[in-house]
């Protein structure tokens, strides 16, 4: 899902450095991405829309008429943060393995094909998601929503289906070993067991073989849960009638019971034996985080020092990718972390040395002035999106656009952690520099900080 996450990544990266500029460029940078009530009237798209399924699920929808495509996306609560002891990548196996899967009305890999007649498919799993996505033609919206309430509800695993699957996402594995970027997500699994079991030895890749249809039927009965499911729809349909579409097909679904996992916990460095060739490291600062608005001081602060990482020359050469808590990664399922991996083993104790003293620095540099960029940042964030009239002067297609702000749209309801914008942006102003220092006074200190290092 390459397109996506170049997008997102350019989108964090304008939503970061706000917060590193004067108040003069607040507006500038907002404007690039304003909010849904600053269209004309003429506009060709409608407001967005939240329901609320009886069953639990959340669903946005909102018209966008450039032409007759629409963007779906699936969210369920089961990503790498979630996955179960002794099972890494499992998540990443069922994604996979949904997409090509019989259902009561579908052979295994039948649905796939019928999608892909008609548009776009993809799926992937973050930290603290899972999800599938489409761009279909505003006439086969209900065979889309058909499909994906079979994988809900009647999704029958073949072995022959897990085999192939198995094979590729190890592939994936391999693959990331080439990206820094990409490892971090591998590490987000390594981390999980560690936190949450205590574990010191991870097989991301020999074990991902190991998964059968029962591990892959628990998991998914687990978390493809209707009460943690958020949907979106954006494109070119009638309000009333996507809404009865989703409600068709989903709304009769009975909720299922939340599952309960581990608190993360760790009280002492750690040394995990993963079977990546590669050596990265995670200095995590525990919570638990009880309180929402921490939980957003420290994920504000997170995507903060992203900024500072990235824009440090003598971090560029020590390490090969960095990466800390943020808006996409926000804390609360997660703990605030700071990730590093070096451009070689021999450089972990430099690059870890370095991490700090810029965290440092960052929180001791910290104004009314800044606090006020950051703040207007992560407002921004939430309320912006990509949904306008002049959106296609950028240089992406249509379908990257209307997908993509789909996907923003569950991202950011998972950050709100179910909050309407009004109710978020009000606890992120009422965030207060002393609030703020106070929070991470609390938190991010050498007393409260463990790392996890991962090693071949």
């Known amino acids: 899902m390459y397109y996506r996450r170049s997008i997102l990544v350019a989108a ?45 699920i959340t669903v946005y929808l909102q018209e966008e008429h450039t032409d007759g495509r629409v963007a779906v996306e699936v969210f369920y609560n ?149 009460s943690e499911m958020i949907v979106v729809l954006i494109g070119g349909f009638q309000m009333d009638e996507a809404e009865a579409l989703v409600r068709k097909h989903f709304e009769s679904i009975p909720a299922g019971e939340t599952t309960e996992l581990p608190t993360p916990n760790i009280d002492k460095d750690m040394t995990v034996k993963w079977d990546l060739t590669a ?26 020092l992203k900024v500072v990482f990235d824009q440090s020359r003598e971090l560029q050469t020590a390490a090969r990718s960095k990466y800390s808590s943020n808006q996409v990664s926000p804390v609360g399922v997660i703990p605030f972390y700071v990730y590093m991996q070096p451009v070689g083993t021999q450089r972990m104790e430099e690059c870890k040395t370095i991490m700090l003293q810029l965290a440092d620095q960052a929180i001791g540099t910290l104004t009314e002035r800044r606090l006020t960029n950051m703040k207007q940042a992560l407002v921004d964030y939430v309320t912006a999106s990509m949904i306008r009239e002049d959106a ?38 009422s965030i207060t520099l002393e609030y703020l220092q106070d929070t991470l006074n609390k938190y991010v200190s050498m007393d409260n900080m463990h790392e996890v290092r991962l090693v071949n």
């Open 279 to 304: 050596t990265a490291s995670y200095l995590v600062f525990p919570g638990p985080y009880a309180d929402y608005k921490e939980r957003v001081a420290l994920t504000m602060f997170g995507s903060f």
């Open 12 to 56: 964090i990266a304008i939503m970061s450095t706000i917060g590193l500029t004067s108040c003069s460029k607040d507006q500038e940078a907002a404007d690039r991405f304003p909010r849904q009530d600053m269209g004309q009237a003429n506009a060709p798209f409608s407001a967005l829309k939240r329901v609320e399924l009886a069953n639990g």
């Open 78 to 226: 089961a990503g790498l943060f979630q996955e179960p002891e002794g099972q890494p990548n499992i998540s990443h196996l069922l994604e996979h393995v949904c997409v090509h899967s019989a259902t009561d009305s579908y052979q295994p890999g039948e649905a796939l094909s019928k999608l892909l007649k008609h548009g776009l498919v993809n799926a992937e799993s973050y930290g603290t998601c899972a999800h599938y996505d489409y761009v279909v033609p505003n006439e086969e919206l209900d065979m889309a929503l058909h499909i994906e309430a079979e994988r809900l509800t009647s999704v029958r695993f073949h072995n022959d289906v897990i085999e192939r699957e198995s094979e590729k996402a190890a592939a994936e594995g391999i693959e990331a070993l080439r990206d820094g970027a990409a490892l971090n997500k591998y590490g987000i699994m390594a981390l999980n067991q560690a936190l949450r079991y205590g574990a010191t030895s991870v097989d991301l890749l020999s074990g991902i073989r190991n998964y059968g249809k029962d591990e892959l039927s628990a998991f998914h009965d687990a978390h493809y849960n209707p």
């Open 392 to 429: 296609f002067h950028y240089q992406v297609p249509h379908h990257q656009v209307i997908g993509q702000e789909a996907l923003n749209v569950g991202l950011k309801h998972i950050l709100k952690e179910g909050r309407s914008d009004e109710e978020f942006s009000g606890i992120v102003e």
